[in-house]
């Protein structure tokens, strides 16, 4: 399950995983993106707070969020990834190759930096 938090004043969605992700979390979050990105031509800023990566429910959703990446990531500005460590404290370099967005990486306890740092990239 993915929460999904629109800051429409501020142009930034944050992401928190509540466990496996699913394809209906990305169907859910381009209904709410979408209506948004339309209006205002992108986001400032996606943020995906989570301790750790919580990997996919099935194929299906892993699916879904390669084709929820191929048809967002040139309407973002920024990727701030929130974590403890691991596989998402990595991502930004593999990332780097395929996104258009600058991405970085901040401690768990660090939100409001990366909130400031999404912010700080608006055009």
């Known amino acids: 399950m993915l929460r999904c938090e629109l800051l429409r004043d501020r142009g930034v969605?944050?992401?928190t995983p509540q466990?496996?992700?699913e394809k209906a979390d990305f169907e859910s979050l381009?209904?709410?993106l979408d209506p948004y990105i339309a209006d205002k031509g992108k986001l400032a800023g996606l943020m995906i707070e989570a301790r750790a990566f919580p990997g996919w429910a099935d194929f299906a959703a892993l699916?879904?969020?390669?084709k929820f990446i191929k048809s967002h990531h040139t309407k973002v500005e920024r990727?701030?990834?929130v974590s403890?460590?691991?596989l998402m404290k990595h991502s930004p370099?593999?990332?780097s190759y395929f996104v258009a967005p600058d991405i970085r990486t901040f401690g768990f306890g660090e939100k409001p930096q990366a909130l400031?740092?999404?912010e700080s990239g608006q055009r």
């Open 13 to 15: 969605v944050v992401l």
């Open 19 to 21: 466990g496996p992700l």
């Open 30 to 32: 381009a209904r709410t």
């Open 63 to 66: 699916a879904a969020h390669l």
């Open 79 to 81: 990727i701030a990834i």
């Open 84 to 86: 403890e460590g691991g």
């Open 93 to 95: 370099t593999i990332a």
């Open 116 to 118: 400031a740092w999404l």
